[in-house]
């Protein structure tokens, strides 16, 4: 197994990610890693880890950087020689299973779809992160961005992707499969929600249980939430903010509180511990741009040594999955 | 000042509104309500609260009632004898000021906009309801789910319906207004919000400030929030969804983590009870239909008293913000 790891995306770039790529070897013997970016830096910032035995680590030299402040779908032409595109071509050639980078979403996103093959029946990859629920299991949201305006058979060939990678990862036999809506009943959304609606309804091989409004997400009671990507956007970014803002509400009020306040947060600090660790997904890895023949994992820009060691594993564990078979094999129903 | 209150709608009504009505009363006495519902079981339920004064409260007797699991436009046009009909027709023929239900959505936005009439310039009326932010002030969401595949004049026109609605409502003089997208460049977002932000971009009256991740919403730095009202409503409930969510976390930490936890708990009591507060949007009225001539507040099917008593006060203070008239003059622009 061959893991291609993007040094020179993301804001801790090179440091964090070198450290990240050290910690995930040690987790597990059975991959290896390729890391992309700038060969002295790399092989400088190996040295000043003290990593001597390089035996499942191998150096792809890259000249340029993919900035966030660029066009993505022009710097992918322009810049040949980005660590982005360096790394994905080496997926395109066959010579790896997965590309892990921190870098330009937009980036990623258009150069993965540009140079990767997708799957058969797919017509575009759709973006999907595991978020947590209040069950404490996960639920697949797709597509949360990769997409606009897109076309009812194209949404419901996010809920086909995200039905396998639900089978395939989170190893659930029968995913209930519900579609983002602003209510329940069968008539509600806009015109293209209520095409899908219908579509999904027909669709005997997808255990549809009908719309699922905003706020039961993260319920726990739906395994696949199907949206197109504007809307999976609005509604992940939205629960990102006020879970800040909750903490920020939290924070405030044990530093205003007094020493009352102050003993109480120390005896809860497990309490709130676990919940920062629910609450900060991208701490478990990346958001997965499924639909390709390759694995792409999408990590945040803000990621530190942790999130980069928890992408890798996540990359691993994909290509164990067999999730690719499964959307190939779902996508001819 | 007049203000309809229907007693007739949300799970806890008749005795829930009644209760809500009375203490709401007490608060300030430079308005009388009208309560439109079964006249008995009115009279009934204000002798069992011992109201022997009754100089400021009218009753509207109507025999009908809207439920939730009906077609709003059906059941507006065959109850016209229910409590949200004969209620919008007393302010329709000018006998009151401010309409509140905690009704069906569908109902009183499909009455509303049907009885109503609109604020010249204003093509479809909007739902707003007011946000609370981490900096303790607030932020107005509009449209929060009154629209569909909404024409991108008409959200233009939802942009303006805000601004003139932060400055009357929250005193804003110059309120920051930022359009709802999956990114704050200006090519973000499909292409319908494309053409919102040129025309925001090219409006003089508004102070546009680009674009808005769902993420900063709740962030208090932006003061209005524009948006169709399918994605106003799935950023909305994810957001309800995230802290139910996260109040359950915390609520299951505390619950399992014996007598330590609970005791932390009850040292920072306060601060949850603060939190839960600010969260509980709905506790402090409702959601205002706003570009009619007439004020619309649609409060929570689940309100109890206090909401009650909350959306009054709340319909009251729109009355005396003069939001109609600096919403008229907003539109001219």
Do not use: W
């Not at 996960?138 to 396998?164: H, M, W, Y």
């Not at 659930?172 to 329940?184: D, R």
């Amino acid at each position: 197994m061959k893991i291609v790891l993007d040094i020179f995306g993301g804001d801790y770039a090179p440091v964090e990610a070198i450290k990240g790529a050290i910690e995930a070897l040690k987790v597990f013997d059975d991959f290896s890693l390729i890391l992309v970016g700038d060969e002295q830096i790399i092989k400088d910032e190996l040295n000043n880890n003290k990593v001597k035995n390089q035996d499942r680590i191998e150096i792809l030299h890259s000249t340029e950087i993919i900035t966030n402040n660029e066009s993505p779908a022009i710097a992918i032409r322009a810049k040949k020689d980005s660590s982005i595109v360096v790394g994905l071509n080496h997926l395109k050639y066959g010579n790896a299973d997965a590309f892990v980078s921190a870098g330009s979403t937009g980036a990623v996103l258009t150069g993965a779809t540009l140079l990767l093959k997708r799957i058969t029946n797919v017509s575009r990859p759709a973006l999907v992160p595991l978020l947590p629920t209040a069950k404490e299991s996960n639920v697949v949201l797709i597509d949360c961005g990769a997409n606009l305006d897109s076309r009812p058979e194209t949404i419901v060939q996010f809920a086909k992707i995200g039905n396998a990678f639900c089978k395939s990862v989170l190893k659930i036999a029968n995913p209930k499969v519900g579609l983002l809506n602003n209510g329940v009943e069968e008539d509600k959304g806009s015109e293209t929600y209520r095409q899908v609606h219908k579509l999904l309804r027909e669709n005997k091989s997808i255990n549809f249980i009908g719309n699922v409004e905003a706020r039961y997400i993260l319920s726990g009671d739906i395994d696949v939430v199907v949206t197109d990507g504007f809307e999976g956007n609005i509604a992940l970014k939205s629960s990102e903010g006020t879970a800040l803002m909750m903490l920020k509400l939290i924070e405030k009020g044990i530093r205003t509180g007094g020493l009352r306040a102050k003993l109480g947060y120390l005896l809860l600090k497990p309490v709130f511990k676990d919940l920062k660790k629910v609450l900060d997904y991208n701490d478990y890895g990346g958001a997965v741009l499924a639909g390709l023949e390759k694995i792409v994992v999408k990590t945040h820009g803000s990621s530190k040594a942790k999130t980069f060691t928890n992408a890798i594993l996540q990359a691993r564990e994909l290509i164990l999955s067999n999730v690719v078979e499964t959307i190939a094999q779902e996508l001819l129903n």
